[in-house]
Nanobody
Framework: QVHLVESGGGLVQAGGSLRLSCAAAGRTFSRDAMGWFRQPPGKEREIVAAMDWNPGSTYYAGSVKGRFTISRDNAKNTVDLQMNSLEPEDTAVYYC?????????????????WGQGTQVTVSS
């Protein structure tokens, strides 16, 4: 059974940093695309960042570009999201996801496996 487990969420003041980690079990995702999504309260799920399998290509949503960094360690089967200069608008449940196949994918329906989510709350 495949599991993605996120960790590292929490409460932080605006301007602070958090590092989210996602550990995969039950399958190796070294040749699959990985991504981070978030769902703010009362809003739809949106992509935050994504990376292809190599990793050669990355994507960042405009609202996080320059503040967030996605990285992966294929040997450890993990993907991280470093979040700096956090803003109250970043408050959301953050999800790690894996898309079978190595090409970069930006739409959440294209992802096959999901973690349970971790809450990030940024206070002003």
């Amino acid at each position: 059974q495949v599991h993605l487990v996120e960790s590292g969420g929490g409460l932080v003041q605006a301007g602070g940093s958090l590092r989210l980690s996602c550990a995969a079990a039950g399958r190796t995702f070294s040749r699959d695309a990985m991504g981070w999504f978030r769902q703010p309260p009362g809003k739809e799920r949106e992509i935050v960042a994504a990376m292809d399998w190599n990793p050669g290509s990355t994507y960042y949503a405009g609202s996080v570009k320059g503040r967030f960094t996605i990285s992966r360690d294929n040997a450890k089967n993990t993907v991280d999201l470093q979040m700096n200069s956090l803003e109250p608008e970043d408050t959301a449940v953050y999800y790690c996801a894996a898309a079978l196949g190595g090409r970069l994918k930006l739409l959440w329906p294209d992802y096959d496996y999901w973690g349970q989510g971790t809450q990030v709350t940024v206070s002003s």
